[in-house]
């Protein structure tokens, strides 16, 4: 019904769905926590971050099957084709990785390409390979995420995420009981949390597919894929987009490997990177917000509202973890960067304060994304990602070679930079449907 959206449905939808996207970010802190009491923490913890970049890499072309299932998985024109899709990708996606894991193509890729340090290198050979099923797991679990959330179900999202850090933590736990291999601990706890979310989230979806996914009153709009190679040229755009995104990260780890003091770098990046993604994380999910209530001119300034203030609370508590004793004393008591590793901890603080504004401006740039998702515009996603990309990169390397960074601070500058240019870029492409909402139309 028209002029019927409130704040209290805003947030029904939108509390599980931010609650999801924390537990996951808190996959870093805890196995930060595991890797800092195994030996060699400060090679673990830097094995680990470049294994799991790159295995997020190798996923990133299926992260985007959140926001197509929740745009498409609702019409019957487009539900069958969708499922289909998401199957001939995460099998396609395994055939590669299986390909760089156990082939010479690692050394090219880690050595050669990324130019990490004999020991990370090796350390992160084991955990990368762990890592094997874990974009298939998560194309899975994302496509059924959609249908719950389509549903308004998003508290289902929520419980299955519980499953999978429960599940991390205990793996994390018996690595660390164990005196495992750090780099491998943590690729053997990723990949275990995640096909147990996978699961968790298949059967508490049992309810919603056994009474039916798709709204036999709903047409598909005009410019909605109706068959396999349809989604796919329509899913396209959303793949690159994130392809863009996190070819930058091990990238970026790349970068920091040339910087004066790369081994402090690579252990003080992922520990900055996963503190202040914890607290953006939660602002997230702003896109679903868009994708699933979206319907009019009041629901559109709602919406926009609480992206604001959403996004803008979340960087007032970014600004707490930065500027005051909180984020030391977080690193080092909660993750244990204490005595030989107080480095680390002191070198990410610098991180942690530019990071300041990394909440809001991923809570806009959600917000706009998912505008133009809704309305079909997948390329001019794609068109913001790949310009905030090419921006990253000239930061990343300039930063290294030229102006001589340090590690952390360098990896959130980068990002930020660039992050900062999609948002203009996204911000121009979203404009005409932004006022077309505004206008009622």
Request: net charge positive.
């Amino acid at each position: 019904m028209a002029g019927s959206l409130t704040w209290g449905a805003i947030l029904r939808l939108f509390l599980p769905l931010s609650l999801s996207d924390v537990i996951m970010i808190l996959a870093g802190p805890i196995l930060t926590i595991g890797l800092t009491r195994l030996a060699f923490p400060e090679i673990s913890i830097a094995a680990y971050s470049v294994a799991q970049n790159v295995s997020i890499l190798l996923e990133s072309p299926i992260i985007m099957l959140l926001q197509a299932s929740a745009a498409l998985s609702r019409y019957k024109e487009t539900y069958r084709p969708l499922r289909l899709f998401m199957i001939w990708a995460n099998a396609s996606i395994t055939v590669i990785y299986l390909l760089l894991a156990f082939t010479p193509a690692y050394d090219w890729l880690f050595r050669g390409v990324l130019g990490q340090p004999a020991e990370i290198a090796d350390a992160a050979l084991p955990a990368f390979r762990i890592l094997l099923l874990w974009p298939a797991a998560i194309g899975w679990r994302r496509f059924h995420q959609g249908i719950l959330i389509n549903h308004k179900r998003s508290n289902l999202v929520a419980y299955a995420g519980f499953a999978r850090i429960g599940s991390l933590s205990l793996v994390t736990f018996l690595g660390v009981l164990g005196n495992l291999h750090g780099a491998t601990v943590a690729g053997l706890a990723l990949v275990t949390s995640v096909i147990v979310e996978s699961a968790a989230v298949t059967w508490l979806s049992r309810p919603v597919l056994a009474t039916g996914v798709v709204d036999p009153e709903a047409a598909a709009p005009d410019w909605a894929p109706r068959d396999l190679w349809q989604i796919a040229r329509w899913y396209w755009p959303l793949a690159m987009t994130q392809i863009l995104v996190w070819v930058v990260r091990p990238l970026i780890n790349g970068g920091i490997a040339r910087t004066p003091d790369p081994s402090l770098g690579l252990a003080s990046w992922p520990v900055a990177w996963s503190t202040i993604g914890m607290v953006a994380n939660s602002v997230r999910m702003v896109q679903q917000l868009a994708l699933t209530l979206l319907a009019d001119r009041q629901s559109y300034t709602m919406l926009r509202r609480f992206v604001w203030v959403a996004g803008i609370a979340a960087s007032c508590l970014m600004a707490l973890m930065a500027f005051t004793p909180l984020g030391l004393g977080y690193m080092q008591w909660v993750l244990g960067l204490k005595g030989g590793l107080e480095s680390v901890a002191l070198a990410a603080v610098p991180a942690l304060q530019v990071g300041v504004i990394y909440p809001l401006m991923v809570a806009q740039q959600n917000w706009m994304q998912g505008i133009l998702v809704k309305d079909g515009r997948t390329k001019l996603v794609n068109a913001g990602a790949l310009i905030g990309g090419a921006v990253t990169m000239a930061v990343v390397y300039a930063g290294a070679l030229l102006w001589k960074m340090p590690g952390a601070l360098l990896g959130v500058i980068a990002i930020i930079s660039g992050g900062l240019v999609e948002l203009l870029v996204l911000g121009i492409a979203s404009q005409p449907q932004r006022q077309g909402w505004l206008r009622g139309e």
